[in-house]
């Protein structure tokens, strides 16, 4: 019998001591986003494509290196970007491949305001996790190591 899905629901902040429209191209510029969020974290990209606009999609394949608990699994996250405005809010769905396995689906959220002299990030994430995922509290330790990732890039 399959395990029960887990529903979780996540905040991440950070504040960024650069102006909105820097970290909203960090988002929508693929070069940009691809050095941040796709390469490194002991993974080595196979993949990366994203089209940033309102219905457009976004993809990143994959594989766990030597560093990993699961080396050589391939990962496969498809998304579509929901909804923008920019220099406020980006939304975006996807869903989480494992050998060709879903084992997740997410909604994220990046919000920004101003913070005086930088920017205040919020990214909600709610998710569901399936069988065989990595589960909400590995998923929040990635996306907060995502969101350092950011901020080094940015400063």
């Not at 406020?88 to 305001?113: F, G, N």
């Not at 589960?135 to 969101?147: A, F, S, V, Y």
Request: aromatic share 8%; glycine share 10%.
């Amino acid at each position: 019998m399959a395990e029960p899905s887990i529903q979780s629901t996540f905040v991440v902040e950070r504040t960024y001591p650069v102006p909105a429209a820097r970290v909203f191209a960090a988002f929508a510029d693929a070069g940009l986003k691809r050095r941040w969020f796709a390469e490194g974290l002991g993974h080595v990209v196979e993949h990366f494509e994203m089209d940033f606009r309102v219905g457009g999609t976004e993809r990143l394949t994959y594989r766990l290196d030597e560093t990993t608990p699961v080396p050589g699994l391939v990962l496969d996250n498809a998304g579509i970007l929901l909804d923008f405005v920019p220099d406020r809010r980006i939304v975006t769905a996807s869903t989480m491949r494992a050998a060709d396995h879903c084992i997740s689906a997410s909604r994220v959220t990046i919000e920004l305001a101003d913070a005086g002299d930088g920017t205040l990030l919020t990214c909600p994430h709610r998710g569901v996790f399936f069988e065989g995922a990595d589960g909400p509290q590995l998923r929040e330790l990635g996306w907060n190591k995502l969101m350092d990732r950011l901020g080094t890039a940015l400063t």
